[in-house]
């Protein structure tokens, strides 16, 4: 049971309820952490203009969505697990490439040095090596793409450490469970 009150979208007025009508138009729900973020129309507005903008970026849906696997796993935030295992189905990922995304890894090279990167930022707590922005460089990342990574990786931390705090009910599918422990 949440630990904060997720507002009802039907129950919600003044801002809340604007943004609410907003999400449920773009997601066809307003998901339960969204309904307790809803509690700070400021924080929930703030949450939203960053995702939308974000989303806008030069990174693709399915990079995004790795990112926020990798992070999620990292911070063990079953919530945005569950959200972003099927978030990431929605932007085409394989059942493979979301688990890999879990694990900080992918198949594909420039993936891979994207995911690394986004581990190694919340593991390092932003303290990366002129090396591993090399690594990035090499595969093909702009310094503006840079900025996107870390900024999607901050959004992540957000939604993890609120839904740490809130424990709001999950409104999407498990996420299936890791067989080997992640780094």
């Known amino acids: 049971m949440s630990r904060i009150h997720q507002i009802s979208p039907e129950t919600a007025t003044g801002k809340s ?22 509690n700070s129309p400021a924080a929930l507005g703030a949450y939203l203009q960053f995702s939308g903008g974000l989303a806008g970026g ?3 849906n399915q ?7 990798a992070v999620g796993e990292a911070n063990q935030c079953d919530y945005c697990l569950a959200a972003h ?20 890894s ?12 986004a581990r190694k ?3 390092e707590r932003g303290h990366v090596s002129d090396g591993d922005l090399q ?29 740490h705090v809130a424990d709001p009910d ?3 599918p498990q996420a299936e469970s890791l067989s080997c422990k992640v780094a």
């Open 17 to 38: 309820a604007e943004l609410f009508t907003a999400v449920k138009g773009k997601l066809g729900m307003v998901p339960n952490m969204m309904r307790a973020i809803g």
């Open 58 to 60: 030069s990174l693709s």
């Open 63 to 69: 990079q995004r969505e790795q990112i926020a696997l």
């Open 85 to 104: 295992s099927a978030l990431g189905k929605m932007a085409g990922l394989s059942p493979d490439q979301i688990r890999d995304a879990r694990h900080g």
């Open 106 to 117: 992918a198949v594909d090279v420039k993936s891979d040095a994207l995911v690394r990167f």
């Open 121 to 123: 930022l919340v593991n």
């Open 135 to 163: 690594e990035l460089r090499d595969q093909g990342f702009t310094d503006g793409d840079v900025a996107e990574v870390v900024a999607n990786v901050a959004l992540n931390i957000f939604t993890n450490y609120f839904n």
């Open 170 to 172: 999950i409104d999407f």
